[in-house]
């Protein structure tokens, strides 16, 4: 049951957060960190495990491994970009959040560029001229 755990420790640090942040924001903070730390290498191996099975499935089904890597390479920028932006609203900057999302969002579009343009270029070849 390793959401229990998980959710047990999000309610911990919660009251913890609750109760230092009154009297020291600064360490608060550090707790918030740390906090996430802990959570982001409690799942770290079940992330990797995901993206072994994907790929392996992408081999069997002998489909472009670009394409995967691209898929994944955006994945891995929206969870980042949500980690962070969540870390810092938590801090209480809210403005630097919006621009950490904003840019994953620029370089997600940039990652998907090649995506977009197999796709039309591949309809473009089936449609009668």
Same mark, same amino acid.
């Given at each position: 049951?390793?959401?229990?755990?998980?959710?047990?420790?999000?309610?911990?640090?919660?009251?913890?957060?609750?109760?230092?942040?009154?009297?020291?924001?600064?360490?608060?903070?550090?707790?918030?960190?740390?906090?996430?730390?802990?959570? +982001?290498?409690?799942? @770290?191996?079940?992330? &990797?495990?995901? *993206? /072994? %099975?994907?790929?392996?499935?992408?081999?069997? =089904?002998?489909?472009?491994?670009?394409?995967?890597?691209?898929?994944?390479?955006?994945?891995?920028?929206?969870?980042?970009?949500? +980690?962070?932006?969540? @870390?810092?609203?938590? &801090?209480?900057? *809210? /403005? %630097?959040?919006?621009?950490?999302?904003?840019? =994953?969002?620029?370089?997600?579009?940039?990652?998907?560029?090649?995506?977009?343009?197999?796709?039309?270029?591949?309809?473009?070849?089936?449609?009668?001229?």
């Amino acid at each position: 049951m390793e959401i229990a755990q998980i959710v047990g420790l999000g309610l911990v640090a919660t009251i913890f957060l609750l109760i230092i942040r009154q009297e020291k924001p600064v360490l608060a903070v550090l707790l918030s960190l740390t906090f996430a730390t802990v959570i +982001f290498l409690f799942v @770290i191996d079940k992330l &990797s495990t995901i *993206v /072994a %099975v994907v790929t392996e499935l992408s081999h069997r =089904a002998e489909a472009n491994y670009f394409f995967l890597g691209t898929v994944l390479k955006i994945l891995g920028v929206a969870y980042l970009a949500e +980690f962070g932006a969540a @870390i810092c609203r938590d &801090s209480g900057e *809210v /403005a %630097v959040a919006k621009k950490v999302e904003f840019g =994953a969002k620029i370089i997600i579009a940039v990652l998907a560029l090649p995506i977009m343009i197999a796709i039309l270029e591949s309809l473009m070849e089936i449609m009668p001229r």
